[in-house]
């Protein structure tokens, strides 16, 4: 599915598109784990392979969204995806949506999987979640590669250029009510993270400075919602960290360009780790 073009008879730009991903291949292990109250869906792939990857998708979605990425990442790595609190299959509680409870629920999966330590690649919520996980259960991270995230709610675009997100919004809906134990209670679930949005994260320059995880901070240079300068920050204020511009993408990166993504994502987990404070990828 593409875009009608967005002026006239030009063509849409690639960050001004959406092509949802195929089908997630066949996992060699899934379940729904017992953690915090809640049930959690996993899936693992390439299972036993090495440096294994934990994928953490953004909010409202679910783990499905990183159809283009698994097949490819799981050739050389175990790849662990999971459906965050009442995301997708998994269950949620009447609590009030935190970073942080999101954070401890990975946290508890990975221990019930008896995976010591993974390399962590979030997406928008799932970089802030990887972001609460870095501060709180270093042991847990190898790396951290964040795309796309925010660690304040003035960190964000008041006035996105919604062309693509729309129709990624529009799968959002669908998904939930393929996938969801409680499929009619989107407007409920969507009213919940909205309400997280608006009022988390609120991490200080102090938190941020406490990482000692080799971390990326991940954009994409047509990104909606992340402030430019906003992610200049949040690298800058982890020490040892590197920003990494994503050419000609938005912040559906992972739909837009999956090669890009792949190579950026298996350079960092698989080269020396991150340097050069604010540094830029060629």
Request: hydrophobic share 40%.
């Amino acid at each position: 599915m593409h875009l009608a073009s967005v002026q006239g008879t030009h063509a849409a730009e690639k960050w001004q598109v959406f092509t949802p991903p195929p089908p997630m291949p066949v996992a060699d292990e899934s379940g729904l784990a017992d953690v915090n109250g809640i049930r959690m869906y996993y899936a693992i792939y390439g299972k036993g392979r090495g440096n294994p990857i934990l994928l953490v998708h953004g909010g409202m979605g679910t783990g499905d969204v990183w159809g283009f990425e698994v097949p490819r990442l799981s050739e050389h790595h175990e790849v662990i995806v999971a459906d965050s609190r009442g995301h997708g299959r998994s269950t949620r509680t009447d609590a009030p949506y935190t970073y942080h409870m999101m954070a401890e629920d990975y946290v508890a999966l990975l221990d019930k999987l008896k995976e010591p330590k993974v390399s962590l690649v979030g997406w928008s919520d799932g970089a802030i979640i990887g972001l609460d996980i870095a501060m709180n259960h270093p042991d847990h991270l190898a790396k951290l590669f964040a795309h796309a995230a925010n660690v304040t709610p003035d960190g964000l675009n008041d006035d996105p250029d919604m062309t693509a997100l729309t129709a990624a919004g529009a799968r959002d809906e669908t998904e939930y009510k393929r996938l969801s134990p409680t499929p009619d209670d989107f407007s409920n679930f969507k009213a919940a993270i909205q309400k997280l949005w608006a009022t988390e994260p609120n991490y200080t320059a102090a938190d941020l400075g406490k990482i000692t995880v080799p971390t990326e901070i991940v954009v994409g240079d047509h990104d909606e919602f992340i402030l430019p300068e906003h992610s200049r920050y949040i690298a800058s204020a982890i020490p040892g960290a590197k920003l990494v511009i994503l050419k000609d993408v938005s912040h559906l990166a992972i739909y837009q360009d999956p090669d890009q993504y792949i190579k950026a994502v298996e350079d960092f987990v698989d080269g020396d780790g991150a340097s050069a404070t604010s540094a830029s990828r060629p």
